[in-house]
């Protein structure tokens, strides 16, 4: 045996517990459902081959456009608001003039590392609307109060807060960390040639932060479409189905309905609506990053 070959060897030996385990907790669970995606299956009795039926029934079932509509809209109100919240965070916090940055620090992430359920049920007794705090300040400021999980209109924005509001820290970290790997020189040159802070931004920073800012949008968009507990705490749903979103309706068909193989249909058209969104993502920002270059 070669040196090479034997140190290739050291490496796969330190890699395989860590490949057996994805194997057995990632690739086999997909295998298997794909597999129920074409059977008909309780739980209880044996799973019996049933063809295309689920997904005959998934083309058919005027619920998964709506739930799909539902999640893309909560995408749509977390996504674009959280990116451009959080880009400014961190550029104040890499700026020079800011103080309190160890502070902030702190006070942003602190949302991140908390459990999703524990943060929604604390959000749901906030915005309850007989005893909750913030009726309570609209109360007392001689303000009108709002049913904010209760009012269709309100209740799937409500939603969206919480989890911008939870998963903000992960976005800001991921933005400081590429506004560190811009060189001070390249801004030092482009304030000798008279660039102010907005040209410079625009020319030189967001170009730069592009590469950060897709890897950001790619896992928006997939943490959006697994939006899951917080509609499990706050709302289970309602009202009027305004907060049912897709992975909700996947759990209930699996777990209240007892249907695991039109389940693993809906995970199955899930798993390929991601992939689409995660390519068409690569090809438009793939593009603007050629141009920038």
Same mark, same amino acid.
């Given at each position: ?49 049933? @063809? ?25 109100? +977390? ?8 880009? !400014?965070?961190? /550029? !104040? ?8 940055? %160890? ?24 915005? %309850? ?5 913030? %009726?309570?300040?609209?109360? $007392? ?18 939603? !969206?807060?919480?989890? /911008?509001?939870?998963?903000? $820290?992960? +976005? ?10 811009? #060189? ?9 040639? @008279? ?34 507990? #917080?509609?499990?705490?706050? +709302? ?16 209930? #068909? ?23 969104? +995660? ?15």
């Amino acid at each position: 045996m070669t040196r090479r070959t034997r140190t290739a060897s050291y490496g796969w030996e330190f890699v395989a517990p860590a490949l057996l385990l994805i194997g057995m907790f990632v690739v086999l669970p997909c295998i298997w459902g794909i597999g129920m995606s074409f059977a008909q299956y309780d739980g209880i009795a044996p799973p019996r081959f049933v @063809g295309v039926a689920n997904y005959a029934r998934l083309a058919g079932d005027p619920m998964v456009p709506a739930t799909l509509i539902n999640t893309a809209f909560y995408v749509l109100l +977390t996504l674009p608001v959280g990116l451009a919240l959080a880009l !400014a965070i961190a /550029l !104040a916090l890499n700026a020079k003039w800011f103080r309190a940055r %160890n502070f902030v620090r702190g006070l942003y992430f602190l949302p991140n590392v908390t459990s999703l359920a524990a943060v929604a049920f604390v959000w749901q007794w906030l915005l %309850n609307p007989e005893f909750g705090l913030l %009726n309570a300040g609209l109360r $007392g400021a001689g303000l009108p109060t709002y049913g904010w999980l209760s009012d269709p209109k309100l209740a799937m924005p409500s939603v !969206a807060a919480v989890g /911008l509001w939870q998963g903000l $820290g992960f +976005t800001v970290l991921i933005y400081l960390s590429g506004l560190r790997g811009i #060189s001070e020189e390249i801004h030092e040159a482009a304030r000798i040639d @008279g660039a102010g802070a907005w040209a410079g931004f625009r020319n030189i920073t967001w170009p730069l932060l592009m590469p950060t800012t897709m890897f950001l949008t790619i896992m928006g968009v997939i943490g959006g479409f697994q939006v899951f507990q #917080s509609v499990y705490v706050m +709302t289970q749903g309602g009202p009027l189905d305004r907060t049912r979103v897709y992975l909700y309706y996947l759990w209930q #068909s699996a777990f209240q309905n007892l249907e695991m193989g039109y389940a693993s249909a809906m995970a199955v058209l899930l798993f390929a609506i991601v992939m689409l969104l +995660t390519a068409l993502q690569w090809r438009f920002y793939g593009r603007k990053l050629q141009t920038w270059q």
